[in-house]
């Protein structure tokens, strides 16, 4: 009996290394998103240090430019969650191609599972047929010599 040969194994082979490039897409994508949300809590601990403490008199260019800055944070604070958002997304992109390729993966390695089978079977009816073969044979080996 031939050694089993899967026919698809290169394009498992292939599949598999889709599947892995989109596993380390996932993980960057993960990473960008872990780091984006950092720096909105970072902006959130900013806004909270700077909030203006009454401590003695405070001139109008203070309370201006301290307004001016909790504005910019509120902005920055803003245009951060719109990119938490933006790397949720892509992190959601990159999981769905992700399943889709495990998917199609574990497909091929079902069929390449059950493709082993069959031919373990296959390969065990030849056996059997051969040793009957030879049973059939002694029999009428003895049957002829008697």
């Not at 290394?17 to 993960?30: D, G, I, P, V």
């Not at 030849?126 to 010599?145: A, H, T």
């Amino acid at each position: 009996m031939k050694r089993f040969k899967f026919r698809l194994q290169r394009v498992l082979d292939f599949k598999t290394t889709l599947k892995k490039e989109s596993e380390r897409e996932l993980a960057r994508r993960n990473g960008e998103l872990h780091s984006a949300e950092r720096r909105a809590e970072e902006i959130l601990e900013e806004q909270d240090k700077a909030k203006l403490e009454s401590q003695g008199t405070v001139t109008a260019a203070e309370l201006l430019l301290h307004g001016n800055y909790q504005a910019r944070l509120r902005e920055v604070l803003i245009e951060q969650r719109l990119m938490v958002l933006q790397a949720a997304r892509a992190v959601e992109d990159a999981r769905d191609a992700y399943l889709e390729k495990a998917i199609e993966t574990e497909t091929l390695e079902n069929v390449k599972e059950q493709r082993h089978t069959e031919h373990k079977e296959e390969a065990q009816r030849e056996v059997r047929k051969e040793v009957d073969e030879m049973v059939v044979q002694r029999y009428r080996f003895r049957k002829n010599s008697n």
